[in-house]
């Protein structure tokens, strides 16, 4: 499953040149296959395992020794943190592929550089080896850098650049974690270095370096600032706008639909399980950053003029629920906090391909530019309508779900706080609702009066995800028992600290 998409993207480059069309079903059928096995994933994975820090709990398990000399293994398992983002990535990367049927220039580097990707997004999911999850974090950076660099906007060389920097920059911080874990920690069995993550986990393993305080307060916040440059928080989101308004759709689909994951992933992960006591320390920190995302990111979505910078600034305001739900260290707040990473990727993925839709007709953005189309476009006035509602939450929706969650499981802890991110939401639907009523309603712009209505093959790729966020929305304990025990486990295991 997490190496199909890289052979698909092989067998693309065996292509012969002139056979766009044959790369394109390649990489459509490279991808459908992690479809199809994340769904037998979902029916054969046993919800009542935890695993989080026991080896013997995880499934789906490939552990072998890879670089013997420095003990690097290829370890690989799933749990409840991982299945519901490996679903996600799975089925948002085919419709991505299908979604990027219009590309025409050099298609075969595009396909091979999004399927490999793809593996890099799969990979950093399921590794349990730090030097493993390591090396697929990497493995994504230069895909998505060229993808925004070569098939983006007019500024895209600038947009690729920035963003290159700055996940750079919080890769070498977990560089230097990495390093200070290796070289601090052992194998209980057999006395030497390790890169195993589920012995991180174990405090027994720290040498007497690793247990000092003020040590582990500094790499905790080397890695959460690596991890808070992909949510992206608050002030470290500025790479986002410019990366999400020149990318192609399908980048910016696959961008805020699963990249930003990675950095909660991260903080669920390997952060909260092998700093329990920093992570602790700094919960109420975090909770008021997630709260400054929540507030500052609907503030600035309501003062953009360009529809697709204002879908990605309402993305900063959402990561930052999840931030607030997991600060809380209560089950129902991380329970919480991963719904609205598997609810955010799915409705976030629909708002920007719309967005893609309208771009691709009217060859701008620009909120003011528009008017009327509802009369012209009503399918896709539809669509784009279902979608802004599910992004503020509307009740049977996911979105509802995830956010309501969230605030009940931090009420208990951070009352005001949950109280002042509870406002945001009236933010949030206020620059929905302002974008829905100046671009759909009203008297139409007679520019667009021949608006082409949204196509089959667009329809495509936004009917799973609008059943997706209704079923959710209305019957959610399929994802919920999902990931429930797992979340039980990693509060019980922070708060053992206490």
Same mark, same amino acid.
């Given at each position: 499953?997490?190496?199909?998409? @890289?052979?698909?993207?092989?067998?693309?480059?065996?292509?012969? !040149?002139?056979? /766009?069309?044959?790369?394109?079903?390649?990489?459509?059928?490279?991808?459908?296959?992690?479809? @199809?096995?994340?769904?037998? @994933?979902?029916?054969? +994975? /046993?919800?009542?395992?935890?695993?989080? #820090?026991?080896?013997?709990?995880?499934?789906?398990?490939?552990? $072998?020794?890879?670089?013997?000399? %420095?003990?690097?293994?290829?370890?690989?398992?799933? /749990?409840?943190?991982?299945?519901?983002?490996?679903?996600?990535?799975?089925?948002?990367?085919?419709? &991505?592929?299908?979604?990027?049927?219009?590309?025409? !220039?050099?298609?075969?580097?595009?396909?091979?550089?999004?399927?490999?990707?793809?593996?890099?997004?799969?990979?950093?999911?399921?590794?349990?080896?730090?030097?493993?999850? +390591?090396?697929?974090?990497?493995?994504?950076?230069?895909?998505?850098?060229?993808?925004?660099?070569?098939?983006?906007?007019?500024?895209?060389? $600038?947009?690729?650049?920035?963003?290159?920097?700055?996940?750079?920059?919080?890769?070498?911080?977990?560089?230097?974690?990495?390093?200070?874990? $290796?070289?601090?920690?052992? *194998?209980?069995?057999?006395?030497?270095?390790?890169?195993?993550?589920?012995?991180?986990?174990?405090? #027994?393993?720290? #040498?007497?370096?690793?247990?000092?305080?003020?040590?582990?307060?500094?790499?905790?916040?080397?890695?959460?600032?690596?991890?808070?440059? !992909?949510?992206?928080?608050?002030?470290?989101?500025?790479?986002?706008?410019?990366?999400?308004?020149?990318?192609?759709?399908?980048?910016?689909?696959?961008?805020?639909?699963?990249?930003?994951?990675?950095?909660? +992933?991260?903080?669920?992960? %390997?952060?909260?399980?092998?700093?329990?006591?920093?992570?602790?320390?700094?919960?109420?920190?975090? &909770?008021?950053?997630?709260?400054? #995302?929540? %507030?500052?990111?609907?503030?600035?979505?309501?003062?953009?003029?360009?529809? !697709?910078?204002?879908?990605? $600034?309402?993305?900063?305001?959402?990561?930052?629920?999840?931030?607030?739900?997991?600060?809380?260290?209560?089950?129902?707040?991380?329970?919480?906090?991963?719904?609205?990473?598997?609810?955010?990727?799915?409705?976030?993925?629909?708002?920007?391909?719309?967005?893609?839709?309208? +771009?691709?007709? &009217?060859?701008?953005?620009?909120? /003011?530019?528009?008017?009327?189309?509802?009369?012209?476009?009503?399918?896709?006035?539809?669509?784009?309508?279902?979608?802004?509602?599910?992004?503020?939450?509307?009740?049977?929706?996911?979105?509802?779900?995830?956010?309501?969650?969230?605030?009940?499981?931090?009420?208990?802890?951070?009352?005001?706080?949950?109280?002042?991110?509870?406002?945001?939401?009236?933010?949030?639907?206020?620059?929905?609702?302002?974008?829905?009523?100046?671009?759909?309603?009203?008297?139409? *712009?007679?520019?667009?009066?021949?608006?082409?209505?949204?196509?089959?093959?667009?329809?495509?790729? @936004?009917?799973?995800?609008?059943?997706?966020?209704?079923?959710?929305?209305?019957?959610?304990?399929?994802?919920?028992?999902?990931?429930?025990?797992?979340?039980?486990?990693?509060?019980?295991?922070?708060?053992?600290?206490?």
């Amino acid at each position: 499953m997490t190496f199909l998409p @890289l052979l698909g993207a092989a067998v693309i480059l065996c292509v012969p !040149k002139g056979k /766009d069309e044959t790369i394109k079903w390649i990489a459509a059928l490279a991808s459908f296959l992690p479809v @199809l096995l994340s769904v037998r @994933l979902w029916f054969t +994975y /046993d919800r009542a395992l935890a695993g989080v #820090n026991v080896a013997s709990q995880f499934q789906f398990v490939e552990h $072998y020794s890879w670089i013997p000399s %420095i003990n690097v293994e290829y370890f690989v398992g799933a /749990d409840g943190i991982s299945m519901p983002m490996l679903l996600l990535t799975a089925l948002l990367s085919f419709l &991505a592929v299908i979604g990027s049927w219009g590309i025409d !220039k050099k298609i075969r580097g595009y396909m091979a550089l999004f399927l490999l990707l793809e593996t890099g997004m799969m990979g950093t999911f399921i590794a349990l080896d730090f030097f493993l999850f +390591y090396v697929f974090w990497e493995v994504m950076l230069l895909p998505m850098y060229f993808l925004i660099g070569v098939w983006g906007g007019p500024r895209k060389e $600038y947009a690729a650049i920035k963003f290159f920097l700055y996940t750079l920059a919080g890769s070498i911080l977990m560089l230097i974690v990495l390093l200070a874990l $290796y070289f601090n920690t052992t *194998n209980p069995e057999t006395g030497a270095h390790t890169f195993n993550l589920l012995h991180y986990m174990s405090q #027994n393993t720290h #040498n007497g370096w690793l247990k000092a305080f003020d040590v582990r307060i500094l790499l905790f916040l080397g890695l959460f600032i690596g991890f808070a440059i !992909k949510v992206p928080l608050f002030p470290f989101h500025t790479w986002l706008p410019d990366a999400h308004v020149e990318a192609p759709t399908a980048i910016s689909v696959i961008l805020a639909g699963v990249l930003l994951k990675m950095g909660t +992933y991260g903080l669920m992960r %390997i952060s909260f399980p092998i700093f329990p006591d920093v992570t602790v320390y700094f919960a109420l920190p975090m &909770a008021i950053l997630g709260v400054i #995302n929540i %507030i500052y990111g609907a503030l600035c979505a309501m003062a953009q003029s360009d529809l !697709k910078k204002l879908v990605a $600034y309402s993305s900063v305001s959402h990561m930052g629920f999840c931030l607030l739900g997991m600060a809380a260290l209560t089950p129902l707040g991380m329970v919480g906090a991963s719904m609205q990473m598997f609810s955010h990727g799915m409705i976030t993925a629909m708002l920007f391909f719309l967005v893609g839709v309208v +771009y691709d007709r &009217a060859h701008h953005r620009q909120i /003011d530019g528009f008017g009327g189309l509802g009369v012209v476009v009503p399918v896709y006035t539809a669509f784009i309508g279902f979608a802004f509602f599910a992004s503020l939450g509307l009740p049977g929706l996911s979105g509802f779900i995830a956010e309501q969650m969230v605030f009940l499981g931090s009420f208990q802890v951070f009352r005001t706080l949950v109280i002042i991110g509870a406002v945001g939401i009236i933010y949030v639907a206020a620059f929905h609702l302002w974008a829905l009523q100046r671009v759909f309603l009203g008297p139409l *712009n007679p520019k667009y009066a021949t608006l082409e209505e949204i196509n089959a093959r667009e329809i495509f790729c @936004l009917a799973p995800l609008t059943l997706l966020v209704m079923a959710v929305g209305v019957w959610p304990m399929p994802v919920l028992d999902l990931m429930n025990a797992s979340m039980v486990r990693l509060v019980d295991l922070v708060k053992a600290v206490i």
